[in-house]
């Protein structure tokens, strides 16, 4: 029968090694995926801020009968107001047309703060225009 004295441990360090890239693939998904939740929490923030502004019309237009039209100030405060609510960083301003809300939120990662990457950032954009219809 054959000695197996120059084997031993050979199979441990392939169970580390297995188990280090398990460990890293569950670290990219679960903090890939709290990355997406959080995009799509920055991109919904901001579209419901831009709908908030939206709401902003000029009462002396709807009280005469004229058309529907947005006070731009008014428009820009109210955004502003609604991401001060839901605690995310962000910008609104009025383009000529329409609002533009820009949304920014940082979260700490679970996993990949063992690999040096300790947060991510992401963006998130939404728009408002006030169409009349007669």
Same mark, same amino acid.
């Given at each position: 029968?054959?000695?197996?004295?120059?084997?031993?441990?050979?199979?441990?360090?392939?169970?580390?090694?297995?188990?280090?890239?398990?460990?890293?693939?569950?670290?990219?998904?679960?903090?890939?995926?709290?990355?997406?939740?959080?995009?799509?929490?920055?991109? #919904?923030? @901001?579209?419901?801020? /831009?709908?908030?502004? !939206?709401?902003? +019309?000029?009462?002396?237009?709807?009280? %005469?009968?004229?058309?529907?039209?947005?006070?731009?100030?008014?428009?820009?405060?109210?955004?502003?107001?609604?991401?001060?609510? #839901?605690? @995310?960083?962000?910008? /609104?301003?009025?383009? !000529?047309?329409? +609002?533009?809300?820009?949304?920014?939120? %940082?979260?700490?990662?679970?996993?990949?703060?063992?690999?040096?990457?300790?947060?991510?950032?992401?963006?998130?954009?939404?728009?408002?225009?006030?169409?009349?219809?007669?």
């Amino acid at each position: 029968m054959r000695s197996l004295r120059g084997e031993r441990g050979s199979t441990s360090v392939l169970i580390l090694g297995l188990s280090i890239a398990v460990l890293v693939g569950v670290g990219f998904a679960v903090d890939g995926t709290r990355k997406g939740l959080a995009y799509s929490q920055a991109t #919904s923030i @901001a579209e419901e801020a /831009a709908r908030a502004g !939206g709401q902003a +019309l000029r009462a002396r237009a709807l009280a %005469t009968g004229a058309d529907a039209d947005v006070d731009p100030q008014l428009a820009v405060v109210e955004a502003q107001r609604y991401l001060t609510v #839901s605690g @995310a960083d962000g910008t /609104a301003h009025w383009d !000529g047309e329409r +609002l533009v809300v820009e949304t920014t939120i %940082t979260r700490t990662t679970v996993f990949l703060g063992s690999v040096g990457i300790a947060e991510f950032t992401v963006h998130g954009s939404g728009t408002a225009a006030v169409v009349s219809r007669g």
